[in-house]
């Protein structure tokens, strides 16, 4: 493969029997070299700034209008990309919310690739795939078999497709036709602490960013359900049609839980659409003992739509969000839209509707089912569960574990997966100093390479926040985390 064909009609796929040989014999050491990759994980530092010749090479370069070859592209992956990721597959990130993804997963997103289908829909087995991964996470979530949904790239396209569904089945009027000015101003309800995907579902929605009425959370981080109820009786007062609330299984702060039950009741008095923005809380609920253990999960089998993401706490590769909705053709009623080319015939390729691409925005769509339905299939289901059940009982640990800790100080209480914390010695005043502090802890806990923690300000206190959604977390993993934030904390960085 070194003599590089340069005529323009060079052929894409291999051509000779050499050439086939030598792309599988690449292919196989990829293989080899990810897996190992992906074993020795925990050896790497979590995080490592890119050197300037590494970032050089990898922005502000030519067109390359001639290749290099298969083996010097791969190359300059394994040199100058492989080595400067994020780090979420390190055993010890807990930056913002970010899943881990697994080896078998990876050999299934080739496999995807090598299939390379479009899951608009059509008559072929992908598609049946996605309609069965459906219908397995709304029945573990308590929802209708028949429930509707999809699989989307992430939490943010759930909630904007979820919200959609919402804006249009409770509208009052025909807001497909006619345009958001063709009624009442609208408006959708969510505590203090939802997520900005929402803000932006709003906004793109066309209802602005002052028709999310931001509600305020009690100490707990919840949303307090009078003061939503008062502010829904004052915008119906004032003209103003309430449509949605989304409630929070989760927040990104904190983990908080919304009362599901008690929003589902409100909005089942009020008409109002229940949306459940479960980015990585919603997969709590697969878990009888933590549904059992907390009753504010409770209502979530009640909810009109829920937007959850597998690339989260279902440990599996970027990217993948579900939407889920109640009533089997919510989704279709707001983005089924009629053409020619598009219409079922008797027989072939395309006898039965779109029925993807009449759920959401997208007609192209790749084949994600795969990487759940071969990882449930190989592992069961139960393996990721007791994983999930296993970072609520790190987060908790870690939690008793600041509490012991005279220098550490709990900023939030520990609902679910997510520690809040910060360095403060006995006798430091509450303030810039104090928040100037915890970031430059942070930021030399990151450089550090040891441990990737994000951050959060909670009450104007500036806090380090572990967000455990790792398989490959163990507790002492966590114990490195305090132990270093108390050497960082004591050394040159102290007060
Ligand atoms: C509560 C919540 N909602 C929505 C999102 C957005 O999900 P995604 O990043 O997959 O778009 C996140 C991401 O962290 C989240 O935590």
Redesign the pocket.
Known sequence: MTDRDTSPTSALDPQTPEEWAALRQLGHRMVDEMVEHLRTVRERPVWQSMPDPVRQALTDQPVPRQGVGEEAAYTAFREQILPYPLGNTHPRFWG???GTGTPLAMLAEMLTAGMNTNVGGFDQSATLVERQVIAWLAELLGFPKDAGGLLL???????VVALAAARNARAGFDIRAEGIHGGPPLAVYASNQ??N??TKAVELLGLGRRALRLTPVGEDWTVDVEALRAQIRADRAAGIHPVCVVA?????NTGALDDLDALADLCTEDGLWLHV?????ALAALSPALLQSRPALHGLARADSV?F?L??WMYLPY?A?CTLVRRPDALGDSFRAPASYLTPIEGGVLKTPMVFAEQGLQLSRGFRALKVWLSWKAHGIDRYIRAIERNVEQAASLGRRIEREPELELLAPVPLNIVCFRYRPEGTAEGDALNGLNQRLLVALQESGVAVPSSTVLHDRFAIRVAITNHRTALEDLDLLVEEVLRLGRGSLGP
Do not use: I, L, R
């Open positions: 913002w919310v970010n790239s992430g939490g943010s396209m759930a909630n939802v997520h995907s929402v929070n299984a989760g927040t990104v923005d479960g980015a990585f809380g937007a993401d690339h989260k990217e969000g």
